[in-house]
């Protein structure tokens, strides 16, 4: 059943309309637990649209397996999803960065508090975003010290190849994922693949993992699919390789590939010079992150490594 959250009218005859679709059982008990998927609060982050497309397709071939509520929401930035445009268009505003928003704000705050008073109620909601443009992740679940306490115990069931706790220094107040948590809503914070693109092993791994949850919580009666164990890792346990000067980066390493330090995973190369320089892996480890997008700048980012003290653990 589709629900319609938000409604705001926009020039020329249009209207702005975020919406959810529900999925209840067959033969709806009382007090049904419910979790919400969300994803598209960046419009250039499109790996979770196969996931709610996917989710939805193998919940209605077995109906009465189900034993929940289960909320998709597949665009809660529907202009950015339809404009591939990350933020909201015409407002320079990044969604992610307006939580709990206001009744009595612009069109922006005033969606992401709508967002918020309808997702108010689950026991847990998975945020589904992708990298953007430039860097390609593996998947991976991402929490707060602050939290992560209330959310390993459902972030290692969700298939994902590591889980990266950050410090709270770094978690911004104002993300859907930070207001749900302090809202008592227990939320994950899952990141994978890369911008503009639908990566199908990663959107399939996931949702192994949402129903491997699924039926933790007794939400899905079938089968519950074998997840594999994660990493769990530190801010303090990450390096990073960033670009020293202006040039083309061409890869030597793939994704997820265990490196040594000072192993060389790419030349940053002059195409008018015709002269290059090495990068080289900071640490041993795992490389979870990697430069998709060519060209650098100095300073950007290129790859990040998981050491491999922290990838034993």
């Not at 930035?77 to 445009?85: A, F, R």
């Not at 707060?144 to 290692?156: D, I, M």
């Not at 790419?266 to 015709?274: S, V, Y």
Request: hydrophobic residues 40%.
């Amino acid at each position: 059943m589709i629900q319609q959250l938000v409604s705001v009218n926009l020039p020329v005859d249009e209207e702005m309309r975020v919406q959810k679709m529900r999925i209840m059982p067959a033969h709806p008990a009382q007090n049904l637990k419910r979790i919400s998927i969300v994803t598209g609060t960046h419009g250039d982050e499109l790996e979770g649209q196969y996931v709610c497309y996917e989710l939805q397709r193998r919940l209605r071939e077995r109906p009465e397996l189900l034993n929940g509520i289960v909320d998709i929401y597949p665009a809660l930035n529907p202009l950015g999803v339809d404009s591939i445009t990350r933020g909201v268009p015409g407002f320079d505003l990044d969604m992610n960065r307006i939580f709990p928003g206001s009744e009595d704000g612009a069109m922006a705050e005033f969606a992401a508090a709508r967002i918020v008073q309808d997702i108010q109620g689950s026991e847990l909601c998975i945020d589904v975003h992708a990298s953007n443009i430039f860097l390609r992740e593996v998947p991976q679940v991402r929490v707060s010290e602050q939290t992560a306490s209330n959310l390993l115990p459902y972030a290692v069931q969700l298939n994902c190849d590591f889980i990266w706790v950050h410090a709270s220094a770094t978690v911004l107040e104002s993300t859907l994922a930070h207001t749900l948590n302090m809202l008592g809503v227990h939320t994950l914070v899952v990141e994978m693949g890369v911008g503009m693109r639908i990566t199908r092993a990663y959107g399939d791994q996931l949702l192994d993992g949402i129903f491997h949850l699924l039926h933790s919580e007794g939400i899905w009666l079938g089968e519950s699919p074998e997840v594999r164990k994660p990493i769990v890792s530190t801010d303090g346990k990450v390096g990073f390789v960033n670009a020293e000067t202006l040039g083309m980066f061409v890869p030597r390493v793939t994704h997820w590939q265990d490196v040594r330090r000072d192993q060389v995973i790419g030349d940053l190369i002059n195409p008018l010079t015709g002269e290059g320089v090495e990068v080289k892996s900071p640490c041993d480890g795992v490389l979870f992150t990697l430069r998709e997008y060519p060209l650098v700048y100095e300073g950007s980012l290129i790859a990040r490594v998981l050491s491999r003290e922290e990838a034993q653990t």
